[in-house]
């Protein structure tokens, strides 16, 4: 379970307040303008940026103090952060092994991630050898293998196609599921809130809404998200 007690964000002129709690195993969409501090949010939770006050919990532990790698999350970003002079392969065996000295055991469970997204037989491939549903893949299938119970991801498919961008999806709602982990994404599409998400919070003028289960929140929505829907 996922705590955030209190949490009051601020970047120069720029503040939020954050108050909510997420159930383990739940995928929580943080919609919203552009501007709102949905990605400042996240960094929060992941640990790159401290809050002004307030807590982080994490299964009932205080971890506001603990440096991004200590914490139980995987995050990813839009740009996947895949390195472009590593194989496919190397880039997943990094959610293991930083060295990327993998024993066997390690380098069947890589095998088993690029099969799980769709990849058997492209490990070898280098990024710029891969499509950019491809690199998403490959970023995927190292969150599969890192197996954190919280996952952090920050419009990570906004560059795809429709068609591949709900592949995308379905496949990262299949793999929380295998994991058993906790998922917040950010999107700007409220239909990847629709299609994947139990839960939507709306992140504008400086508060996050409680979550909420999604499809209410868009049957009722509130002031703050018609004005964002532009309705
Ligand atoms: N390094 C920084 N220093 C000061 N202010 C910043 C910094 N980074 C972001 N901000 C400000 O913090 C606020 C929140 O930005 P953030 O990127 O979290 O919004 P967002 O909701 O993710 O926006 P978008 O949807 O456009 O990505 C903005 O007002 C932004 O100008």
Sequence with gaps: MLTLELVR?????????????????RILALIGPSGAGKSTLLNVIAGFFPPQSGRVMWQGRDITGQVP??????MLFQDNNLFPHLSALQNVSLG????????QAERDQVQDALRRVGLAGLGDRKPG????????RVALARILVQ????????EPFAALGPALKRDMLRL????????????IMVSHDPDDARMIA?????????????PQPTKDLFETPSAALRAYLGD
């Design 96 to 103: 293991l092994r930083p060295d990327l000295k993998l024993d």
């Design 69 to 74: 790698g200590q914490r139980p999350i995987a």
């Design 147 to 154: 197996r954190r119970p919280l996952v952090l991801l920050d």
């Design 9 to 25: 964000i601020v970047q120069d002129d720029f503040s939020l307040a954050v108050d909510f709690t997420l159930e383990q195993g």
């Design 172 to 183: 990262v709602r299949d793999v929380m599921a295998d994991i058993g982990g906790t998922l």
């Design 198 to 210: 139990d839960l939507t919070a709306v992140v504008a003028d400086g508060t996050v809404s409680t």
């Design 129 to 136: 050898n891969l499509s950019g549903g491809q690199q998403s």
